[in-house]
């Protein structure tokens, strides 16, 4: 659940058992809520550390493309106004790449479990780097129009579409630590974040609105080579090959969904946060941009917004260090962190008291953005986990567009900081929620139960399992 990461658009953002490990030793079998799998340990006896030198090169891959990508909205403005279109221009070209992402990333799913998602991560990358070079060919040339730039920003939707999926599932192969794994790439993430409408404005200053078209595209050929270098471990023991899916396309999807819908903490969580979507982060985006602005002036806004992005790297660095044995429980109690945000601006409250706010909202989001993507990545089988992911995402951006549209004239009827109030509310409704459904609350860490000979460590752990998945004996 992106919860995740980060992004104001979409997530992710945008983060098992392991599915495969080194080659070696003995296998632990590790069991949770939902999946069983196989932690594989090294000759001496360790576990795959997470600053492997692959994981390495998967860290650097997220962290470039994400900086890369929070500089995109600064190049579109930038470029677009230039060259005398308007604001709804802009919106339009940014529609188009999440219109493509949304709809098509569940089926992205289904190909990434019947494909090799490195290949397909790579193709990715390869796609948006020809298609970011070309937009950086119209603006230095000064041949825009607006059809062409939103014809790439589709072509870019598809290719995120197809790379999203295999997020998930790299993760756990690369590193038995996933929680530490995920803690560190929000991390990463969360400072490019910070980095990249800033390196924006210095390329646009100094060059063109080309030339961070140029550095965008530049981003996706070093996550591509870093992929390109990459070698992920083998999958475990009855997973799906690649490139050799069984049944048909729709069957593979029929089964993601099934899958999907058997486990109550996890479509539970999905319907909780379409919620969230509609109430909270919906009109908050917009608002909270409008209100801050014509109160305190575009720099304040930049305040707010940084000290948004620095509490997602506090709350990364805090996911380092904590292993709650109820994950989504600790992630939900986080949740509450994030009404501090909306509030303080429906308040009226003075910068300080906001960014405040700000940074103790992104805290509380970045850890739960951490712990559901442990969880998902942990409880799920490793051959529908990319389908599962998928489903995911989807369902998260679902409402967030209906929240956005519905915020205009919610604000124009009542007030904007009376719905940003009414948001903060909400905040904690939300988290309240998600603590209310057994499943979620309950949810044990995958790593928390040994399985033996003789089964589950103790039988409310195995009571619970069951809860979770039905479907499985």
């Avoid at 069984?246 to 479509?267: N, Q």
């Avoid at 409402?399 to 124009?412: D, I, K, S, T, Y």
Wanted: neutral net charge; charged residues 10%.
């Amino acid at each position: 659940m992106t919860g995740t990461a980060s992004d104001p658009a979409r997530e992710s953002a945008g983060f098992e058992s392991a599915p495969g490990g080194a080659a070696g030793g003995g296998d632990d079998i590790v069991a949770g809520a939902g999946a069983v799998g196989v932690v594989k340990r090294g000759a001496e006896g360790g576990e795959r550390p997470v600053w492997s030198r692959d994981f390495a090169l998967f860290f650097v891959a997220r962290a470039i493309a994400r900086l890369g990508d929070t500089m995109l909205p600064v190049a579109l403005a930038a470029g677009l106004l230039e060259h005398g279109y308007g604001a709804g221009a802009v919106g339009l070209a940014m529609a188009s790449t999440a219109a493509a992402f949304a709809g098509l990333v569940v089926f992205g799913g289904v190909i990434a479990d019947r494909f090799s998602t490195r290949k397909l991560m790579i193709g990715a990358d390869l796609v948006r780097l020809g298609t970011q070079s070309l937009a950086a060919a119209l603006f230095f040339t000064g041949h825009v129009v607006l059809w062409q730039i939103c014809a790439i920003g589709f072509v870019n939707g598809v290719a995120g579409a197809v790379f999203q999926p295999g997020v998930a599932s790299t993760v756990p192969r690369l590193a038995s630590d996933i929680q530490g794994a995920n803690g560190a790439i929000r991390i990463a993430e969360s400072a490019a974040q910070l980095a990249g409408p800033a390196v924006a404005g210095l390329l646009v200053g100094f060059a063109s609105p080309g030339g961070v078209f140029a550095a965008h595209a530049a981003t996706y050929a070093v996550s591509a080579l870093c992929l390109l270098l990459l070698r992920l471990p083998p999958l475990a023991p009855g997973s799906r090959e690649p490139g050799h899916g069984t049944g048909a396309f729709k069957a593979d999807l029929v089964e993601g969904w099934r899958e999907f819908r058997s486990r109550t903490w996890l479509w539970g969580v999905i319907a909780v946060w379409c919620l969230y979507m509609i109430a909270v982060w919906g009109p908050t985006v917009p608002l909270v941009a409008t209100e801050v602005v014509q109160q305190h002036g575009p720099r304040a806004y930049g305040l707010v917004n940084s000290a948004l992005g620095a509490g997602t790297v506090v709350g990364g660095l805090l996911a380092l260090r904590l292993r709650p044995r109820r994950m989504l429980r600790a992630g939900a109690i986080a949740l509450f962190a994030f009404a501090g945000f909306p509030a303080t601006v429906g308040a009226g409250l003075g910068v300080p008291a906001m960014a405040a706010g700000a940074a103790v909202a992104g805290a509380g989001m970045s850890f739960w953005g951490v712990m559901w993507a442990t969880s998902v990545q942990t409880q799920v089988p490793p051959d529908v986990l990319n389908r599962i992911h998928a489903y995911d995402v989807a369902g998260s951006l679902a409402m967030m567009p209906v929240g956005q549209a519905l915020a205009g004239p919610a604000a124009a009827g009542i007030g904007a900081d009376h719905v940003l109030l009414v948001a903060g509310a909400m905040s904690l409704v939300v988290p309240i929620a998600l603590l209310l459904v057994p499943a979620i609350r309950d949810l044990i860490r995958a790593d928390a139960i040994a399985v033996g000979p003789s089964g589950p460590s103790n039988p409310s752990d195995a009571a619970i399992r069951e809860r979770a998945c039905p479907q499985e004996s």
